[in-house]
């Protein structure tokens, strides 16, 4: 079985974290997307995964190289300057994908406990040419809406409806299982977007087909989303409770510390807090709520509560971090400083005033 993952984007909503990373690369408690995604696939069945994406993007994945848990994995590139959109890589690919049968696409920002072998089994079962799978959301205004009639076949599929106009709280969970006659519906070497163009079609032709997924289901679209998509994964995995033996700090589980990381006296780590590798915590830091990126580092009385700090970057003694704030990779936060509500540094940036 082959699977397509869409991970060209640009997640400018993810800026500046973003900037020096592709979104499939973003860690999730400690661990690549990416490599979550190939190990759920891995586990269903899947043997190849064809990855579209754009030339840094793949840049970053091969000086990176997540496990591949087994998968053959392929790249397929978008052409230079000419992103394809969510359509377009999937003609693209078609050679690499072959027409002999149905296969799988997914969305590569999403982490979900998607039942593939079941998306595929609904998809042989029924007439469709494209099976999407669907999850129950509290607000769809932000994502790809369903209007289902019998047998789960999709009537309508609205992309992003006005708040309250939705036809039901049913969204596009960005994994589907397509047929080869699909191909022929994208047109060649154009950015073309799956959600507007082609599945309101396949929908029109009756053949549109919806397959509930009942796990978890995180899209990581924006800081907030991917901070919540974090906290989400923490609850739910298994993790130790034994305290490493060289950290002198009070640990407030859930917390996820990854090898390497030195924390100094005094200090509170948790709940909620996502350190990364060879992560350097000074001494009477406190950190909650938040993910600190491998080989960052963290000075003495340091406050960090519900913001990310990027690969690399340097807090100085005294700063206090909170809500929403995200300093990117190799960023500079002098000693002093106070950030608050969503503020942001680009990667590499050096600030020494306070920003509130
Ligand atoms: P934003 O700019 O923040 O909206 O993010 P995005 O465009 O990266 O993500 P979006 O949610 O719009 O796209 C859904 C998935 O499709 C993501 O996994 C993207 O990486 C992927 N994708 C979006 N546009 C392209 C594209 O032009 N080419 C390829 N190969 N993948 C794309």
């Not at 869409?6 to 800026?15: D, E, K, V």
């Not at 091969?62 to 959109?85: A, E, N, Y």
């Not at 991917?226 to 640990?251: G, Q």
Request: hydrophobic share 40%; with cysteine; glycine share 8%.
């Amino acid at each position: 079985m082959k699977a397509l993952i869409l991970a060209g984007g640009f997640a400018t909503r993810l800026r500046p974290l973003s900037c020096s990373r592709p979104k499939s690369l973003f860690p999730l408690v400690n661990k690549p997307l990416l490599q979550w995604i190939f190990e759920r696939l891995a586990d269903s069945g899947v043997d190849e995964v064809i990855l579209a994406v754009n030339a840094l993007t793949q840049f970053y994945i091969r000086q990176q190289k997540p496990s591949k848990c087994g998968l053959k994995v392929r790249f397929s590139i978008d052409p230079p300057k000419k992103p394809l959109g969510t359509a377009g890589p999937i003609k693209k690919a078609e050679k690499l994908i072959g027409r002999n049968e149905p296969f799988i696409v997914l969305n590569g920002d999403i982490f979900a406990d998607i039942d593939y072998k079941k998306l595929l089994e609904t998809h042989k079962k029924t007439n469709a040419l494209a099976t999407m799978a669907l999850c129950m959301v509290e607000d769809p205004s932000c994502f790809g809406v369903v209007e289902l009639c019998e047998g789960d076949c999709i009537k309508r599929f609205i992309e992003k409806p006005p708040k309250g106009q939705a036809p039901s709280n049913l969204i596009n969970a960005g994994a589907y299982v397509l047929s080869p006659e699909v191909f022929d519906l994208i047109p060649e070497g154009r950015a073309i977007s799956i959600e507007r163009e082609i599945f309101p079609q396949i929908a029109a032709a009756g053949r549109l087909v919806g397959c509930r997924i009942n796990g978890l289901w995180i899209d990581i679209g924006k800081p907030v989303e991917y901070l919540e998509a974090n906290k989400l994964i923490l609850d739910s995995i298994a993790h130790t409770k034994t305290k490493p033996k060289k950290i002198m700090a009070e640990i407030n589980y859930p917390v996820a510390l990854d090898q390497g990381v030195v924390v100094g006296e005094n200090s509170i780590i948790g709940p909620y807090a996502i350190i990364g590798k060879n992560v350097k915590i000074g001494n009477n830091v406190t950190i909650s709520d938040s993910i600190v990126f491998s080989d960052a580092e963290i000075g003495d009385d340091v406050k960090l509560h519900g913001a990310v700090v990027g690969e690399g970057a340097y807090i100085g003694r005294h700063a206090d971090i909170g809500n929403g704030c995200v300093i990117a990779d190799q960023a500079k936060v002098k000693e002093n400083v106070h950030m608050r509500d969503g503020s942001t540094v680009c990667p590499a940036k050096e600030i020494s005033e306070n920003i509130l």
